[in-house]
């Protein structure tokens, strides 16, 4: 890590970083100063930068920041830096935070098909209402339910995710859901349900009934059919990203393309926040 944050970062890769935006939420509530703050800011611009330089293939994807910003609510920069790369790296599948974010991609379509067999009366109704719940639910696996989520529910999640990995994700999303079924179902319109999407993370404020909800109403299934749905589905999304990636490049061969999530590394980009979608 020290040899790491030592070495020559280019201008374009600084400014990327500098400019990112940080969990304040999760700030604000464990520190009491101005100074305590500025001070972890240097420390979380020190760990993502390092973090560049150390995983080319990454660099830096708007998400880590939320995940390197938690880690150092508990450990020092170098402890909370090899944290960031276990979860990148171990925790997540592959190519979670590469550029066309093919691993997070995937995991929306295994959440969908877990939605179907798990809740089928409520994934009738987001259907039928034309709802894609991917624009919500990317987020919350991309940055491990960091954003709106109340704190003690967050940590919670975490706590699970670090010890158990991946699947857990599925499961507190399912159980977000399945929380709110009653609700959901109630609305007979896209915008209502849309909107009650964007609050289900900041009303998960009952930890306890989250967590139980996550490990003891929702049907067993393994990190086994995980992966397996993950490989079948991950070859059809890198074909679809394939695609578009064609008709970028050659535009006037195929005017028409499918909405995906991509993360680009130019300026712009990191600026415009591209993969921080409506909560």
């Known amino acids: ?84 790369d276990c979860i990148i790296n171990c925790l997540h599948p592959p190519h979670y935070y590469t550029k066309l974010l093919l691993g997070s991609q995937t995991d929306q379509r295994v959440l969908k098909d877990l939605l179907q067999d798990k809740l089928q009366k409520l994934t009738q109704h987001l259907q039928m209402c034309d709802i894609d719940y991917a624009l919500v639910t990317f987020n919350w696996f991309h940055t491990v339910f960091v954003d709106n989520m109340p704190i003690e529910t967050m940590l919670r999640i975490w706590d699970t995710f670090l010890f158990e990995g991946s699947k857990v994700l599925f499961r507190y999303a399912i159980a977000i859901f399945k929380h709110n079924e009653e609700q959901l179902l109630a609305f007979d319109n896209s915008i209502s349900i849309f909107n009650h999407l964007r609050t289900m993370c900041p009303n998960a404020l009952d930890a306890n009934e989250i967590t139980k909800i996550a490990f003891t109403e929702i049907p067993h299934f393994s990190i086994r059919d995980i992966n397996r749905k993950r490989k079948a589905h991950m070859t059809v999304v890198q074909a679809e990203l394939e695609e578009v990636e064609r008709n970028r490049v050659h535009p006037s061969q195929n005017q028409y393309s499918m909405k995906a999530f991509t993360s680009d590394s130019d300026e712009e980009s990191w600026k415009e926040e591209l993969v921080d979608y409506p909560n």
């Open 1 to 84: 890590y020290e040899q790491t944050c030592g070495t020559y970062v280019c201008s374009h890769c600084y400014e990327q970083t500098c400019g990112t935006y940080v969990c304040s939420h999760c700030y604000e509530q464990t520190c009491g100063t101005f100074m305590f703050i500025l001070l972890q800011i240097e420390k979380l611009r020190r760990v993502l930068l390092a973090y560049s330089c150390h995983d080319p293939d990454v660099g830096y994807c708007q998400g880590i920041n939320r995940l390197a910003a938690v880690a150092l609510l508990f450990m020092d920069e170098e402890d909370a830096f090899w944290c960031l």
